[in-house]
């Protein structure tokens, strides 16, 4: 929270800007949440993120995102990845 508030206030991002964390990237439990600066510390709280977590800010968090294919909405909120390393066996 005290990260974004920052961001918001001293380097001027738009409130709105995406943000997402990457929890535990590139292995087989890899977790994504994604939100922007307003939800992103409530959503990695009700998620427990926990390090080790990488913190990605601005419109290149777009790419992380899909649409729901009943609703055609953008997901946000916690999105479970999957990486190489995990079988489909």
Same mark, same amino acid.
């Given at each position: 929270?005290?990260?974004?508030?920052?961001? @918001?206030?001293l +380097?001027?991002?738009p409130? %709105?800007?995406p943000v +997402? @964390?990457?929890? %535990?990237?590139?292995? =087989?439990?890899?977790?994504t949440?994604?939100?922007d600066?307003?939800? #992103?510390?409530d959503? +990695? %709280?009700?998620?427990?993120?926990?390090? =080790?977590s990488? #913190?990605v800010?601005?419109?290149v968090v777009?790419?992380?995102?899909?649409?729901?294919?009943?609703?055609?909405?953008?997901?946000?909120?916690?999105?479970?990845?999957?990486? +190489?390393?995990?079988?489909f066996?």
């Open positions: 929270r005290e990260l974004t508030q920052r961001l @918001i206030t +380097a001027g991002y409130s %709105k800007t +997402a @964390i990457v929890e %535990k990237a590139g292995c =087989p439990d890899q977790r949440v994604v939100g600066m307003e939800t #992103i510390a959503l +990695a %709280k009700k998620h427990n993120v926990k390090p =080790p990488t #913190i800010v601005g419109e777009n790419v992380l995102l899909e649409d729901d294919d009943v609703t055609g909405e953008t997901v946000t909120g916690l999105i479970q990845n999957c990486t +190489a390393a995990t079988s066996a």
